[in-house]
């Protein structure tokens, strides 16, 4: 008796043990973002407060109509001196169906220098101009490098300094031609939003000049007033309502800032 029940334990014991075990699989699912863009053409309304210290805040009101799901919002004509780490955006007309997910500045803007060091190991196209012929002729042209001047390699050979010019086939997706910030927002409704974005910039301040005219006895005057804008924040805001600060502006602080 004490042998079958070994031998049954045994058995018992062989078939857990030989038993499948449950495959785990986690089934990735790829989210595909929609792709929505605004310009200064879709504005309904900006204001924008200038303080005299070189700092201006903007708050740029537009119609945009999003997708249902997440999608990558590109919103163009913003400053170039604007200060990322300020930027908020809300829905005005349904601010609980709009969730912001993500949040980046795409400042590497489109010149001459970034393009050529976007194109590095890729072709490109040379032209000059034919001295018997006046006509224009190329030749295809991989860009080795661009440090100090572009170096191509043609066929088998390798030079720098082409006299002619050089063309791209298209601008890569990384580069921007204006300053833009993109949001992946996730949007459960289909009727447009009214969006506003706010941010703080550089590269904007007013001052202003006073004329005092006296009469000939000098016992009445008249004042005029005069505010001078300067505008190097890289935008314009045409129409804007306008409001003037006077003063310092308190600003966080680096903690080295504080130290005698």
């Known amino acids: 008796m004490r042998t079958n029940h070994f031998v049954l334990i045994l058995a018992v014991i062989l078939t857990v043990i030989v038993s499948p075990l449950p495959v785990l699989s986690e089934e990735k699912k790829e989210v595909k973002h929609g792709v929505a863009s605004s310009t200064v053409d879709d504005q309904t309304n900006i204001a924008l407060t200038i303080y005299n210290v070189n700092l201006g805040l903007i708050k740029d009101e537009r119609q945009v109509r999003l997708p249902k799901g997440i999608t990558d919002l590109r919103f163009m004509d913003v400053a170039s001196q604007i200060i990322p780490a300020s930027v908020h955006i809300k829905s005005t007309t349904n ?24 194109y590095v190991g890729k072709d490109v196209k040379l032209y000059t101009k034919n001295a018997y012929t006046e006509r224009e002729e190329f030749v295809t042209a991989t860009l080795l490098s661009n440090n100090g001047q572009p170096v191509f390699k043609i ?19 990384n580069l921007n031609a204006k300053p833009t910030l993109v949001w992946t927002l996730q949007n459960s409704v289909t009727s447009p939003h009214r969006i506003e974005a706010s941010y703080l910039s550089n590269g904007i301040t007013w001052r202003s000049d006073y004329v005092v005219t006296l009469n000939e006895k000098d016992d009445k005057a008249d004042l005029s007033g005069w505010v001078t804008i300067d505008n190097h924040s890289g935008a314009s805001y045409k129409n804007a309502t306008l409001k003037l600060v006077a003063g310092d502006v308190n600003r966080v602080k680096d903690e080295s800032d504080y130290k005698v």
């Not at 609980?96 to 976007?118: F, G, M, R, T, W």
């Not at 066929?155 to 997706?173: A, L, Y």
């Open 155 to 173: 066929g088998n050979d390798i030079t720098f300094g082409h006299p002619g010019r050089i063309i791209f086939p298209g601008v890569p997706e």
């Open 95 to 118: 601010p609980e169906s709009l969730q912001v997910l993500e949040q980046n500045y795409e400042y590497d803007l489109l010149n001459p220098q970034k393009l050529l060091d976007k």
